[in-house]
């Protein structure tokens, strides 16, 4: 699944404040599919990806704001 994110990185859903909201599901869904995934187990771990993708980037947005 980590393959998936990274290959999505690029397919962020972004609110016009900037911040990011997630990935777009429908690309990271089609891009588990081209790299042979189950359907079901991705869309079963891809919000658990999410998450962790949002809580490290609010992570890294404190630092910064802190340094």
Excluded: I
Excluded at 24 to 51: F, H, I, K, Y
């Amino acid at each position: 699944m980590f393959d998936v994110v990274l290959a999505c990185q690029s397919q962020l859903r972004v609110a016009p404040s900037g911040q990011v909201l997630g990935l777009d599901m429908s690309v990271a869904l089609q891009m588990a599919d081209a790299m042979g995934l189950e359907r079901g187990a991705a869309a079963e771990l891809l919000p658990w990806a999410e998450v962790g993708l949002r809580e490290a980037l609010k992570e890294a947005q404190s630092s910064l704001s802190s340094s």
